[in-house]
């Protein structure tokens, strides 16, 4: 299993960013994908999650109507849209997917700061 995020960088408060996550190394298609965070000093926190068939998803109460998670199942990818981005967002990113066991990707940063 092998997981890689893209899309982090320093965006100002109120911008956007779209993270990725190319996965390989399982079938894609048949697994629900995560994104996490953890913010410097933090323990890593639960972002949002999209079901298999990308029909179903759900978010932290933190980035609920900010954040938008979505997958392509052609692609093997998974996106993070990211809005109305703060400072508090400030984390780095990671998608996650438990084939089996949890797997982790190496994470991307996203700096929030004007």
């Known amino acids: 299993v092998q997981l890689v995020e893209s899309g982090g960088g320093l965006v100002q408060p109120g911008g956007s960013l779209r993270l990725s996550c190319a996965a390989s190394?399982?079938?894609?298609?048949?697994?629900?994908m995560s994104w996490y965070r953890q913010a410097p000093g933090k323990e890593r926190e639960w972002v949002a999650i999209?079901?298999?068939?990308?029909?179903?998803?759900n978010y932290a109460s933190s980035v609920k109507g900010r954040f938008t998670i979505s997958r392509d199942n052609v692609k093997n990818t998974v996106y993070l849209q990211m809005n109305s981005l703060q400072p508090e967002d400030t984390a780095v990113y990671y998608c996650?997917?438990?084939?089996?066991?949890?797997?982790w990707g190496q994470g991307t940063q996203v700096t929030v700061s004007s």
């Open positions: 996650s997917a438990r084939v089996g066991v949890r797997y």
């Open positions: 190394g399982f079938t894609f298609s048949s697994y629900a």
């Open positions: 999209i079901n298999d068939l990308g029909d179903n998803t």
